[in-house]
């Protein structure tokens, strides 16, 4: 019978005490012996006080492994202070199943890697992606590294170039402008409705652009400088509707206070809110004047009322009839 090296043998039972122990499950000696000899295989010697030394050695290295005692005085270890608490791993898993614009493929990868984060145990009991599959994934497979080659351009306020398109009737992806290139100035990538956009503003423009990151193709990260602009992106973000681009303005609306949380949900605890009587609420607030801006309204029906500007009541009243001839 041979000895396994002390070091392989040391990486092994942190392995194992990490990936089959928990608050819950334990090992005892005998049981990480064996565990030990089918890792390793037949033809290994594992002597307890060396395996002893090896989980001293590793609680002086900050793997914590705790030791309990249970009928007729037997020992069993186990490995509880997990990296990432249950609920976080959750999280992050329930991020990742949401996000539309990572492939089925990675979405299962990445989850297999999360739920690797903790023990065999405690990993069943996370998300299965089989069960949570959305109805719309990304198919751009290169999607992973253009996301890296934008954000390095953020980074380094350098220009990118891409192509941008969309799928038609067919299902067919079709690139805009005949596949013409897109220069842009890159100021944030950020997350929002399950999608990731660009923000940044194209050659020739001074306003900032959406642009949907699973639509761009080919994007490449050039070497011409940019000044970033002087924007809070958090605060320009909540005033955009839907990741429509527009004009700043003020608006006026009249709302049910059934709508108070939705109101807040978009506007933020800081928006001028107040009662009108015991069915209606007052809320003044800024918002990019755009055509999200006017579908998100005419989503809450009777609901709510726009009351200033007057040019974003008759936009809106404009768009009511129009829907009223498409049902005549």
């Given at each position: 019978m041979t000895k396994p090296p002390s070091g392989e043998r040391l990486l092994k039972l942190r392995e194992i005490l990490f990936n089959e122990t928990d608050e819950t499950n334990e090992l005892s000696m005998g049981e990480i012996i064996e565990r030990l000899r089918q890792e390793f295989g037949p033809g290994f010697e594992f002597e307890q006080r060396a395996i002893l030394r090896d989980i001293e050695d590793l609680t002086n290295q900050r793997f914590e492994i705790f030791v309990t005692r249970g009928a007729a005085g037997k020992k069993y270890y186990s490995h509880k202070n997990k990296r990432f608490e249950q609920y976080e791993l959750r999280l992050l898993i329930n991020a990742i199943l949401s996000a539309r614009f990572?492939?089925?493929k990675e979405a299962e990868q990445l989850i297999e890697k999360v739920k690797g984060l903790t023990s065999k145990h405690l990993a069943a009991k996370l998300p299965n992606p089989t069960h949570y599959e959305s109805s719309i994934r990304s198919t751009y497979q290169q999607l992973r590294y253009e996301i890296d080659q934008i954000q390095i351009a953020i980074n380094e306020s350098l220009k990118?170039?891409?192509?941008?398109?969309?799928?038609d009737i067919d299902k067919n992806f079709v690139l805009q402008r005949n596949g013409e290139f897109y220069e842009v100035s890159p100021h944030a990538l950020i997350w929002k409705n399950d999608y990731y956009y660009l923000i940044g503003i194209l050659n020739g423009e001074e306003k900032f652009r959406h642009f949907r990151v699973d639509r761009?193709?080919?994007v490449q990260?050039?070497?011409d400088f940019f000044f970033k602009a002087d924007i809070n992106i958090s605060?320009?973000?909540n005033k955009s509707f839907?990741?429509?681009a527009g004009k700043e303005q003020w608006i006026t609306l009249k709302f049910k206070q059934s709508l108070v949380n939705v109101m807040i949900d978009y506007f933020g605890l800081g928006a001028d809110m107040k009662k009108i009587d015991e069915a209606f609420g007052?809320?003044?607030v800024k918002a990019n004047r755009s055509e999200g801006l006017v579908r998100w309204l005419l989503n809450w029906g009777s609901d709510v009322?726009?009351?200033e500007p007057r040019d974003l009541v008759e936009e809106i009243k404009a768009e009511i009839q129009k829907m009223n001839q498409t049902y005549e």
């Open positions: 990572i492939t089925k990118i170039k891409f192509q941008y398109g969309k799928f761009m193709r080919n990260c050039t070497e605060d320009y973000i839907n990741m429509y007052w809320l003044r009322k726009v009351l």
